[in-house]
Structures are given as structure tokens and as C-alpha cells.
């Protein structure tokens, strides 16, 4: 009995509230050719339970059966898409296809758990297969295509590292969970898990009603679905809806036209009105909208009218501080009859009274609008290109290497230098029909060149953007970036200031509207560098369980007024400190911060 207790799931119709996050459940298991939902939210939002009980809901076919199947993070390509049946060649000697996960998911739920820390490239897979309903597979002396239509879900915990932003564009459906819970909330939670818990029988006896009642109404829906028509008054709503978003692309328009169909469908009417277009906006906006920016073909007058937040390009979004550079034009402008020594002395005792006093070299709010300047032509020092795997996993990649030292094959023949470790099972299998174990190997060619990451750690304290040191930290990160982005290498961009850091510039390939984003950063505060480290440790984590053979850089661009000790903070990756401190007899402390971090140092003068 405990046995079978254990593979009751949560009813779907028992979780509370969640609202928004049901509904785009249901309506991308109405409707799979959705693409997906995207789920971001912290730890206990119920994103797990919603997406396990979504798979009782999918309708009963003769066909096959609706299974849910999670992905895991250490899955293989071989594994998803499917391979080469090695027991069928060898036994049979004929080639046969053995299918992966995406087969068995077919009709039900393929549900992957962080998937922010899933490698690139089988999130691009798994999107492929999702958005056309057909998996194709070219490899191992395999031909081979299946229909592979499943509901995609796909669950994140924001603090643990963003999806790359062209991946997250291509999830149908996003919704953004929180935690916040009214009183009555959390005591209905409870007592409805603890309900469950003490008896799972009775408690999915009471819900059984709901649950059929949603079973049917989806299989109602898609009964409808293909019937259901939308007119040019609902395409322009959502064609417009999608240009004052600002979308990149048309894929917003195409989700948003196809989820209000669904949407439709799910509330059983023939054709989309104007309620269904507004219930799905927020699900196919939230990941793609961008928050400013002049929207496509906006005429250049409506350009010269649109007011200016402060926020070009996804800059800070900090608020400024009450001192800011426009005081002095204020002063005068309130007191006109003040004389000009009489406004300086006053506008001086303000700002030192709102002063910052916590870390050493902190400064009035100063806004980089006032510096836009061409970036200047530097030549930073080369780092050493070291993997994170040979950095963080020494020990697993030294028995690898003793393994392998000579490069030779299991029955002593020597490797090519442009093989991989991974067996070609085809080809081996083909040259050695009817031998086990093969009398010759062959390996899969390994993949030339290395991806690389550059880490940009840039101080935004009032202290380093102030006077000309503004232009020299935007040049420094300007060169890193236009070096990157010709090379088709990937950046990601921190700020700290203000006692907080910041992601200007989320993992992946270096933008070309980077100046713009530097131009927009308004300098506060103190300078948080042990707060900066941290973060940049725990990114590199993350990119080591993404892609474990990563080429990991870190630059941080520093006046190095700080007093922490961050001995205890070193990256164990190249590291390069640039110094940009503005003094003729400088402090010093960018060597000492730079021998703490075991990183190489370089001086820019201005």
C-alpha cells in the first residue's frame, strides 16, 4: 500500500491560488505547438507540484499512454533525442534506432528542473522539437524522425542564473512567480498539504470531481481548437500590443495570436475576442517586452518626442539619490536672488551634509549622461586561457589525463589528435561486424577551437565614474566587448556601487548597444567588492555545471578604493585587475587587492 501511496501526485485542482500560472499550464496542454511554459520563481512556489500534477490532466488516448518524464540536468544529447540500439547491431547486426526521452514524452509532459543550468545546447533541442512536434535525428548511421508533441515545462530559480535571453525568447509562455502570501493564503497551504499528507486516497477522492471536469474541458478545447478564427480587429490588437512592447522579432505576435486561439478554445468560444488577447498578454510578454527603447517603425518625430527615463538600453534601474547635478541649476533657479558666492556656500554645506559615509571614497551621485565619450583604443594584457574544468576539477581531469596519457586507444593504437574521447559506435561497429570487443575503435572528431566567457566586474561607485575615469572604465570594457563579440565569445557584465550589485549584461553574446548601456549608468555610493566577488563565485559555479569545459575570464575594472580584505575570494580563474585610479601618487591598494586575488595587474593612467 505505501508503494502505491507513493506515486499519488498532488491534485492539480488542489493547489491554491497560482492563478496565472495554471492558466498557462492549461493552455499549453491544450495546445503543445504553444512551445512551452517558462517558470521563474524562488524556492516554494509550488513550480514542481504544478508541473508533476499537469500530467493527470492530459486526456486518456488508445494510442499511447501520457507519461511525465523529467529531464535531468546530467542528461546526454544521446539521451534525449535518442541513438544507435547497440544490444540490436550486435545481436541482429542490423542498425536500429533505440528512442530517447523526447519519444517517451510524446502525448504527456516533458518537465526539466533548472533549467538555467541545462547546456545551451539541449535547451535549443528541446525547444526545436517542441515548437514543430517532430524529432529528427541525423547521427550514428541513424535516419530516423518520430512525432514528439508534449507539454514543455520548464521551471528556474532566478538566483541560481538567468536563461540566455535568445533561449527564454523562444518559451511560448513565461510567468514570474513571487512569494508573496497572505495570511489566509499560508494557512489554507498548509492545511491543505498537511490533508493530503495524512491521507492521499481520500484526499484525491474529494478532488476527483474537479480533476474529470478539467480533463474534459481540455479535451473540449482541443476538439475546438482547430475551428476557432480571429479577425483583423484582434490582429491589430495584438500586432500593436506586441510593437508598444518593443519585441524583438515577430515571434511575440505569432505566440500571442496562437495562445488567444487556445485561449479561446478554453473558454469554448468559436472566435478570439478582446478578453482572451488580455487574459494571454502578460504570459507572452513577460520574457520578451523590452522596458525602453523607441518601439519598431516609430517615425524619428515621435523619437524626438518620447520623453528620456534615464534607463536607455538596460542601465541601472537604482533611483537617483535627492543630491544629483542638477542642485546647483535648482539653487539658483528657487533662490535667483541669491549672490553667486552666497548660492556656492550653500549648495557646498548640502552636499556634505547628505554625503555618503560608508565606504571609503564615496561620492555624490554623479550621471554618466555628462561623459559620453569614444571609447578610448587599450591594450589589456592576455590572460592565460585555462578551462574551469582544469581549474575547479583538477583531481577528476588528472586521472582522466593519466588514463589517457598516451593517447591510445583500448587495444593500443594510437589517436588522432583531432578525435574526441567520445566512441563513434557506427563506424566501430561497421569495420568490426561480427567482433566484440571491437578490434578497432573509432572516435567522433573533437570540436574545434573553445568556447570563452569574459567576466566584467566594473565598479560604478561615485569614485570610479567621476571626472575622466568614467571614459576609462567604459573604454576598458568596451574593448573586452568588441574583442568578444568579433571572436562570437560571450560576456556577462557586473556593476557594483552603492553598496549593491547589478547585472547590466546577462550571459551570452556580446551586444552591439553596449555603449549606450554604459552611458546610462549613474554613479553612487560606495564601492561593494566582497558583495561583487561573490556573486562573480557563484556565476562561475554555475557556468561550470552548464558547460564544464568553459574558457572562463574575469576582468575587474577597479580605482580600488575599497578597505575589504577579499584574500579569502579568489575566483581561481585568470583574473585581471585593471586599475583605473586617477592620482598622480596613487594608494596603492589596486596590487594589494590584486595579489589577494592571485590576479595579474595593470595600471591605466588617464
Same mark, same amino acid.
Given at each position: 500500500?505505501?508503494?502505491?501511496? #507513493?506515486?499519488?501526485?498532488?491534485?492539480?485542482? =488542489?493547489?491554491?491560488?497560482?492563478?496565472?500560472?495554471?492558466?498557462?499550464? $492549461?493552455? =499549453?496542454?491544450?495546445?503543445?505547438?504553444?512551445?512551452?511554459?517558462?517558470?521563474?520563481? *524562488?524556492?516554494?512556489?509550488?513550480?514542481?507540484?504544478?508541473?508533476?500534477?499537469?500530467?493527470?490532466?492530459?486526456?486518456?488516448?488508445?494510442?499511447?499512454?501520457?507519461?511525465?518524464?523529467? !529531464?535531468?540536468?546530467?542528461?546526454?544529447?544521446?539521451?534525449?533525442?535518442?541513438?544507435?540500439?547497440?544490444? @540490436?547491431?550486435?545481436?541482429?547486426? &542490423?542498425?536500429?534506432?533505440?528512442?530517447?526521452?523526447?519519444?517517451?514524452? @510524446?502525448?504527456?509532459?516533458?518537465?526539466?528542473?533548472?533549467?538555467?543550468?541545462?547546456?545551451?545546447?539541449?535547451?535549443?533541442?528541446?525547444?526545436?522539437?517542441?515548437?514543430?512536434?517532430?524529432?529528427?535525428?541525423?547521427?550514428?548511421?541513424?535516419? @530516423?524522425?518520430?512525432? +514528439?508533441?508534449?507539454?514543455?515545462?520548464?521551471?528556474?530559480? *532566478?538566483?541560481?542564473?538567468?536563461? /540566455? *535571453?535568445?533561449?527564454?525568447?523562444?518559451?511560448?509562455?513565461?510567468?514570474?512567480?513571487?512569494?508573496?502570501?497572505?495570511?489566509?493564503?499560508?494557512?489554507?497551504?498548509?492545511?491543505? /498539504?498537511? +490533508?493530503?499528507?495524512?491521507?492521499?486516497?481520500?484526499?484525491?477522492?474529494?478532488?476527483?470531481?474537479?480533476?474529470?471536469?478539467?480533463? &474534459?474541458?481540455?479535451?473540449?478545447?482541443? #476538439?475546438?481548437?482547430?475551428?476557432?478564427?480571429?479577425?483583423?480587429?484582434?490582429?491589430?490588437?495584438?500586432?500593436?500590443?506586441?510593437?508598444?512592447?518593443?519585441?524583438?522579432?515577430?515571434?511575440?505576435?505569432?505566440?500571442?495570436?496562437?495562445?488567444?486561439?487556445?485561449?479561446?478554445?478554453?473558454?469554448?468560444?468559436?472566435?478570439?475576442?478582446?478578453?482572451?488577447?488580455?487574459?494571454?498578454?502578460?504570459?507572452?510578454?513577460?520574457?520578451?517586452?523590452?522596458?525602453?527603447?523607441?518601439?519598431?517603425?516609430?517615425?524619428?518625430?515621435?523619437?524626438?518626442?518620447?520623453?528620456?527615463?534615464?534607463?536607455?538600453?538596460?542601465?541601472?534601474? /537604482?533611483?537617483?539619490?535627492?543630491?544629483?547635478?542638477?542642485?546647483?541649476?535648482?539653487?539658483?533657479?528657487? @533662490?535667483?536672488?541669491? *549672490?553667486?558666492?552666497?548660492?556656492?556656500?550653500?549648495?557646498?554645506?548640502?552636499?556634505?551634509?547628505?554625503?555618503?559615509?560608508?565606504?571609503?571614497?564615496?561620492?555624490?551621485?554623479?550621471?554618466?549622461?555628462?561623459?559620453?565619450?569614444?571609447?578610448?583604443?587599450?591594450?589589456?594584457?592576455?590572460?592565460?586561457?585555462?578551462? !574551469?574544468?582544469?581549474?575547479?576539477?583538477?583531481?577528476?581531469?588528472?586521472?582522466?589525463?593519466?588514463?589517457?596519457? &598516451?593517447?591510445?586507444?583500448?587495444?593500443?593504437?594510437?589517436?588522432?589528435? &583531432?578525435?574526441?574521447?567520445?566512441?563513434?559506435?557506427?563506424?566501430?561497429?561497421?569495420?568490426?561486424?561480427?567482433?566484440?570487443?571491437?578490434?578497432?575503435?573509432?572516435?567522433?572528431?573533437?570540436?574545434?577551437?573553445?568556447?570563452?566567457?569574459?567576466?566584467?566586474?566594473?565598479?560604478?561607485?561615485?569614485?570610479?565614474?567621476?571626472?575622466?575615469?568614467?571614459?576609462? =572604465?567604459?573604454?576598458?570594457?568596451?574593448?573586452?566587448?568588441?574583442?568578444?563579440?568579433?571572436?562570437?565569445?560571450?560576456?556577462?557584465? !557586473?556593476?557594483?556601487?552603492?553598496?549593491?550589485?547589478?547585472?547590466?549584461?546577462?550571459?551570452?553574446?556580446?551586444?552591439?548597444?553596449?555603449?549606450?548601456?554604459?552611458?546610462?549608468?549613474?554613479?553612487?555610493?560606495?564601492?561593494?567588492?566582497?558583495?561583487?566577488?561573490?556573486?562573480?563565485?557563484?556565476?562561475?559555479?554555475? $557556468?561550470?555545471?552548464?558547460?564544464?569545459?568553459?574558457?572562463?575570464?574575469?576582468?575587474?575594472?577597479?580605482?580600488?578604493?575599497?578597505?575589504?580584505?577579499?584574500?579569502?575570494?579568489?575566483?581561481?580563474?585568470?583574473?585581471?585587475?585593471?586599475?583605473? #585610479?586617477?592620482?598622480?601618487?596613487?594608494?596603492?591598494?589596486?596590487?594589494?587587492? =590584486?595579489?589577494?586575488?592571485?590576479?595579474?595587474?595593470?595600471?591605466?593612467?588617464?
Amino acid at each position: 500500500m505505501d508503494n502505491v501511496t #507513493e506515486d499519488i501526485i498532488f491534485p492539480f485542482s =488542489a493547489v491554491q491560488g497560482q492563478k496565472q500560472f495554471k492558466l498557462a499550464l $492549461l493552455l =499549453a496542454t491544450v495546445n503543445p505547438l504553444i512551445g512551452g511554459v517558462l517558470i521563474s520563481g *524562488p524556492r516554494g512556489c509550488a513550480k514542481s507540484t504544478l508541473a508533476r500534477a499537469v500530467a493527470d490532466l492530459l486526456p486518456v488516448t488508445e494510442d499511447a499512454a501520457s507519461e511525465f518524464v523529467t !529531464l535531468p540536468l546530467g542528461a546526454s544529447e544521446e539521451m534525449l533525442i535518442g541513438t544507435l540500439d547497440l544490444d @540490436h547491431v550486435l545481436k541482429g547486426k &542490423q542498425v536500429k534506432f533505440s528512442p530517447g526521452l523526447l519519444h517517451k514524452a @510524446h502525448t504527456g509532459v516533458l518537465y526539466v528542473d533548472e533549467v538555467n543550468l541545462l547546456p545551451d545546447h539541449l535547451v535549443d533541442q528541446i525547444l526545436d522539437v517542441a515548437s514543430s512536434g517532430v524529432n529528427i535525428v541525423e547521427r550514428d548511421g541513424v535516419s @530516423h524522425r518520430h512525432d +514528439a508533441r508534449f507539454t514543455l515545462i520548464g521551471t528556474m530559480n *532566478p538566483d541560481e542564473g538567468e536563461l /540566455r *535571453p535568445q533561449l527564454k525568447d523562444r518559451f511560448g509562455l513565461m510567468v514570474e512567480l513571487d512569494n508573496q502570501y497572505s495570511i489566509e493564503e499560508r494557512i489554507n497551504i498548509i492545511k491543505t /498539504r498537511q +490533508a493530503f499528507e495524512l491521507d492521499k486516497v481520500a484526499f484525491c477522492d474529494e478532488y476527483q470531481a474537479p480533476q474529470i471536469s478539467l480533463q &474534459q474541458q481540455i479535451s473540449d478545447a482541443q #476538439e475546438l481548437l482547430p475551428k476557432v478564427t480571429c479577425d483583423d480587429t484582434c490582429l491589430i490588437e495584438i500586432a500593436t500590443r506586441c510593437q508598444q512592447a518593443n519585441v524583438d522579432g515577430l515571434r511575440a505576435d505569432i505566440m500571442m495570436h496562437r495562445a488567444s486561439l487556445t485561449h479561446a478554445a478554453w473558454c469554448g468560444r468559436a472566435a478570439v475576442t478582446l478578453q482572451d488577447i488580455e487574459q494571454v498578454t502578460p504570459l507572452v510578454l513577460a520574457h520578451r517586452s523590452q522596458p525602453s527603447g523607441t518601439p519598431p517603425n516609430t517615425s524619428p518625430d515621435q523619437q524626438n518626442n518620447k520623453p528620456d527615463n534615464g534607463n536607455r538600453g538596460g542601465g541601472f534601474t /537604482r533611483p537617483k539619490p535627492p543630491q544629483s547635478n542638477d542642485s546647483e541649476s535648482q539653487a539658483s533657479e528657487h @533662490h535667483p536672488e541669491q *549672490p553667486p558666492e552666497q548660492q556656492k556656500q550653500s549648495n557646498s554645506e548640502q552636499g556634505e551634509s547628505s554625503e555618503s559615509t560608508g565606504e571609503w571614497g564615496a561620492m555624490p551621485t554623479q550621471s554618466g549622461e555628462q561623459q559620453k565619450t569614444a571609447a578610448q583604443s587599450i591594450q589589456l594584457p592576455e590572460l592565460q586561457h585555462t578551462s !574551469l574544468t582544469k581549474v575547479i576539477d583538477g583531481k577528476a581531469l588528472q586521472g582522466e589525463l593519466q588514463q589517457n596519457a &598516451q593517447g591510445k586507444t583500448a587495444k593500443g593504437l594510437r589517436k588522432s589528435s &583531432q578525435d574526441s574521447h567520445k566512441p563513434d559506435w557506427f563506424n566501430t561497429l561497421s569495420k568490426s561486424l561480427g567482433q566484440w570487443p571491437p578490434a578497432q575503435f573509432s572516435f567522433k572528431k573533437a570540436k574545434t577551437g573553445q568556447a570563452k566567457h569574459h567576466l566584467i566586474l566594473l565598479d560604478t561607485s561615485a569614485s570610479t565614474l567621476g571626472d575622466s575615469l568614467s571614459s576609462l =572604465a567604459k573604454s576598458v570594457v568596451m574593448n573586452i566587448v568588441d574583442s568578444a563579440y568579433l571572436q562570437r565569445e560571450k560576456i556577462s557584465l !557586473l556593476g557594483f556601487g552603492n553598496n549593491q550589485v547589478e547585472t547590466l549584461i546577462k550571459a551570452g553574446k556580446a551586444p552591439k548597444e553596449v555603449q549606450s548601456l554604459l552611458d546610462d549608468i549613474n554613479a553612487v555610493g560606495g564601492t561593494p567588492l566582497r558583495q561583487v566577488l561573490e556573486k562573480a563565485k557563484q556565476s562561475i559555479k554555475q $557556468l561550470k555545471i552548464q558547460t564544464p569545459d568553459l574558457a572562463l575570464f574575469c576582468y575587474l575594472i577597479t580605482d580600488g578604493r575599497s578597505r575589504a580584505d577579499i584574500g579569502d575570494l579568489k575566483l581561481q580563474i585568470p583574473t585581471l585587475l585593471v586599475d583605473i #585610479e586617477k592620482a598622480t601618487i596613487k594608494r596603492g591598494r589596486g596590487v594589494a587587492l =590584486a595579489a589577494q586575488l592571485d590576479a595579474q595587474y595593470f595600471a591605466l593612467s588617464s
